[in-house]
C-alpha cells in the first residue's frame, strides 16, 4: 500500500467511526474504545498530507474567507454562524462560559491535502480561532465544528477529533496566527480546545441528533480526562457561544 492511501484509509477509518444506522450508537463502549485506539494510531503517509502555507489566510484584514463572503449574500446555516462570529466587529465576541475573548480567526481552513490528486482525502476545518483565555491570561486556539442541521453530536465529534489530530502535527496551520499576527508576540506552543459547535436545536431534535448526545459527551469526557485533548461540545445563540 503506498503513502497515499495509508493517508487515505487512516482519514476515512475517523468518518467509518462517525457513522452509525439506527436512532442510537451500538456498542457504546465499544465504539467510544475504537475511537481512543484510533486516536492513539501514529497519522501514516510520512507528513506528505501537509498543506503548505496557505496565503488567502494570512490577510489579516480577512476573517470570513469562503466565496460568500458579501454582506448580502445567501449563508446556508452553518455558513451564517460563521460570518457572524468572524464578521461582526461590533460584538468581539466573548466566548461567555468559555472565559475567552476572540481575538482573530479564519474559516475553510485546510488541514490535509489528498496527496493522491483526488478530494476524499482533504480535510478542512471550518474555524480555527484564536481567543484570550481571560482566566489563564493565555492565548488559545481554538479548532471549531460548526453544525445546524446535518449529521449528529457524535458524527460532529469524532470529525472534530480527527481535525484536532491532524492538527497537533500540521506544522504551518498550528502557526497561522504567529504568521497572520506577529505583533502578538505568541508563544511557541499554544493550547488547542476543540470545539463541537450548534444551536439547541441540534442537540436537542429527535431521532439520532437527540440519542447521540450522551455517547457524544461520554467520548469528549475520556478524551479530556485522560489527558488527551480537550474538546467540548458548546451551545450557540448570536451572543454566545458556551459550553453544554
Request: aromatic content about 6%.
Amino acid at each position: 500500500m503506498g503513502v497515499a492511501e495509508e493517508f487515505h484509509d487512516w482519514a476515512r477509518r475517523w468518518m467509518e467511526l462517525a457513522a452509525f444506522p439506527g436512532p442510537k450508537l451500538p456498542d457504546e463502549e465499544g465504539k467510544i474504545a475504537a475511537v481512543v485506539e484510533h486516536w492513539d494510531a501514529p497519522i501514516p503517509g510520512q507528513g506528505h498530507w501537509q498543506r503548505g502555507r496557505d496565503e488567502r489566510l494570512l490577510n489579516r484584514h480577512i476573517r470570513y474567507c469562503r466565496g460568500n463572503n458579501r454582506p448580502d449574500d445567501h449563508r446556508p446555516g452553518e455558513h451564517a454562524i460563521e460570518y457572524d462570529i468572524l464578521n461582526d466587529e461590533s460584538k468581539h465576541m466573548n466566548m461567555c462560559s468559555l472565559g475567552a475573548t476572540l481575538v482573530d480567526g479564519v474559516n475553510a481552513v485546510p488541514l490535509a491535502k489528498d496527496s493522491s490528486g483526488g478530494k476524499t482525502g482533504n480535510v478542512e476545518a471550518d474555524m480555527l480561532l484564536l481567543v484570550r483565555d481571560e482566566h489563564k491570561q493565555e492565548y488559545r486556539l481554538l479548532l471549531v465544528e460548526v453544525k445546524v442541521r446535518s449529521n449528529h453530536a457524535w458524527y460532529a465529534a469524532v470529525e472534530n477529533l480527527r481535525q484536532l489530530r491532524l492538527l497537533m502535527e500540521a506544522v504551518e496551520t498550528k502557526h497561522l496566527f504567529h504568521n497572520r499576527r506577529p505583533e502578538l508576540g505568541l508563544p511557541e506552543h499554544l493550547p488547542v480546545t476543540g470545539i463541537v459547535l450548534g444551536p439547541e436545536t441540534f442537540f436537542s431534535a429527535k431521532g439520532q441528533k437527540g440519542a447521540s448526545v450522551k455517547p457524544a459527551e461520554r467520548l469528549v469526557n475520556r478524551m479530556r480526562d485522560e489527558g488527551r485533548v480537550d474538546i467540548r461540545l458548546a451551545t450557540w445563540d448570536p451572543d454566545c457561544m458556551k459550553p453544554r
